[in-house]
C-alpha cells in the first residue's frame, strides 16, 4: 500500500516553542521553497566567483591640485575612489539581465567592507592609513598584555595629543576577539567601545 499526502510545511519558532542558536538563527532565511522544488531538483549559484577591487577616481589634470591658504588649518587631502567588482562565471543562458544584475550586487555588498579596510590598512589612493603615513602617532611601550596596550594607545590620544572626541581603534579580528572574551569591550547597540569609550572596529 502506497499513501501520498501534501506535504505540510512546519512554521517558523514562537515564544511558545522556541529553538537554541543554531544554524537555523544564523542563517539567511527560512527561504519560501517553491512548490515544484519540494520534491528535489533544487539548485542555486552563488555570487562570490572572485573578491572585488578599490578603483581610484581620478580628476582632470586642471582641477587635480588646488592650493589653499591652511594658515592655522590642518587640512587633509582627500582621494575619490570606488569598490568594484565583477564576475566572469559560466552563467546559464537562462538567467535574464534582470537575475545578472542581482548578482552582481549582491557580489559587491558581500565583499566591499573587506576591501575597504584592506583600502585604509595600507593607505590606498592616496588614503590616510597606518603605512606610509608622516601624520600617524607612534605610541611606544613595552607592554604585552592586550589591556596594557590598549590603555597606552588611548593615554596618547586622549592625553598626550589631547583628543577629545571618542577614538577609533581599528585592530586583527584576533585582538578584537581577545578583547571580547575578556569583557574589555561593550556593545553600545551600535558600536563596540572601550571603558573610555573608544570606537573599536576589527576587520582586514
Request: overall charge negative; some cysteine.
Amino acid at each position: 500500500m502506497v499513501a501520498y499526502m501534501p506535504p505540510v510545511p512546519v512554521g517558523k519558532p514562537t515564544a511558545e516553542f522556541p529553538l537554541r542558536y543554531g544554524l537555523l538563527q544564523a542563517a539567511v532565511g527560512p527561504l519560501t521553497l517553491p512548490e515544484k522544488a519540494r520534491g528535489g531538483s533544487v539548485f542555486y549559484n552563488e555570487a562570490l566567483c572572485s573578491g572585488g577591487q578599490g578603483y581610484e577616481v581620478n580628476c582632470t589634470d586642471d582641477l587635480d591640485l588646488k592650493d589653499f591658504n591652511d594658515a592655522g588649518l590642518n587640512l587633509v587631502d582627500g582621494f575619490a575612489f570606488q569598490i568594484i567588482s565583477n564576475y566572469t562565471c559560466a552563467l546559464s543562458t537562462d538567467f535574464n539581465e534582470g537575475f545578472a544584475e542581482r548578482m552582481a550586487i549582491q557580489k559587491v555588498l558581500s565583499v566591499e567592507q573587506a576591501v575597504l579596510e584592506q583600502i585604509f590598512s595600507t593607505s590606498t589612493f592616496g588614503m590616510v592609513g597606518l603605512s606610509g603615513n608622516p601624520d600617524v602617532v607612534t605610541a611606544t611601550t613595552t607592554a604585552t598584555e592586550v589591556v596594557d596596550v590598549i590603555s597606552e594607545l588611548e593615554s596618547e590620544f586622549y592625553c598626550q595629543t589631547q583628543y577629545g572626541p571618542p577614538a577609533y581603534l581599528h585592530m586583527p579580528i584576533q585582538v578584537f576577539n581577545r578583547l571580547k572574551s575578556e569583557h574589555l569591550i561593550e556593545f553600545d547597540g551600535l558600536r563596540w567601545r572601550t571603558p573610555m569609550g573608544s570606537v573599536v572596529s576589527a576587520g582586514c
